[in-house]
């Protein structure tokens, strides 16, 4: 059974860092691009970042692009997202997806609250 | 970047009812769409990728159409549990996007 289980998440004050996980079980996580998509309170769903299988190619949304890294270890089967320069429009629940060109697999989310 | 409009934003139907939501794309996508139903306080779901192709464990009330720029998901015969919110999802372009949602509630 496939499984996406994120962490790392919680409360983080405007222009703070924060760094999301994201551990796979269930199938060969290496053979997979992985993906970060986001909901913000009451709103869509918003893709964040794409990393290829073997992260040497890493797509973002404008809006994140300079400020989150998108990473994974395909050793410990766990994907990363490094949030840097936190802005109070990063505040949304983040999803880790499995990514076939479509989302097949979703984890059950992260909440990432942006306040002083 | 590809925008993705769908409508209505919210369509109120009776169980039982056969509905269509629409999702138009802002250039020609070939198939390149995808369909998730998200329940309340759920993580969203597959139910059909590259416009029409079924996708495994998910009810055949559900079909999908289209290409180019218009696409349809259908749901034949609305059931109570299908009460929730659609998006659309593009992959023509390595930057997907969603559409912004059809909510679909009980009339």
């Known amino acids: 059974e496939v499984q996406l289980v994120e962490s790392g998440g919680g409360l983080v004050q405007p222009g703070r860092s924060m760094k999301l996980s994201c551990a796979a079980s269930g199938f060969t996580f290496s053979s997979f691009p992985m993906a970060w998509v986001r909901q913000a309170p009451t709103k869509g769903l918003e893709w964040v970042a794409t990393i290829s299988t073997s992260g040497g190619s890493t797509y973002y949304r404008d809006s994140v692009k300079g400020r989150f890294t998108i990473s994974r270890d395909n050793a410990k089967s766990t994907l990363y997202l490094q949030m840097n320069s936190l802005r109070s429009e990063d505040t949304a629940t983040y999803y880790c997806?499995?990514?076939?060109?479509?989302?097949?697999?979703w984890g059950q989310g992260v909440m990432v609250t942006v306040s002083s | 970047n590809i925008v993705l409009t769908q409508s209505p934003a919210t369509l109120s139907v009776t169980p039982g009812e056969s509905v269509s939501l629409s999702c138009r794309a802002s250039?020609?996508?070939?198939?390149?769409i995808h369909w998730y139903q998200q329940k309340s306080n759920e993580s969203p779901r597959l139910l059909i990728k590259?416009?029409?192709q079924s996708i495994s464990g998910i009810p055949s009330r559900f079909s999908g159409s289209g290409s180019g720029t218009d696409f349809t998901l259908s749901i034949n015969r609305v059931e109570s549990e299908d009460f929730s919110i659609y998006y659309c999802?593009?992959?023509?372009?390595?930057?997907?996007?969603f559409g912004s949602g059809t909510k679909l509630e009980i009339k």
């Open positions: 250039q020609s996508i070939s198939t390149s």
């Open positions: 997806t499995r990514v076939a060109y479509y989302f097949d697999y």
């Open positions: 590259y416009a029409s």
């Open positions: 999802q593009q992959s023509y372009s390595s930057l997907f996007t």
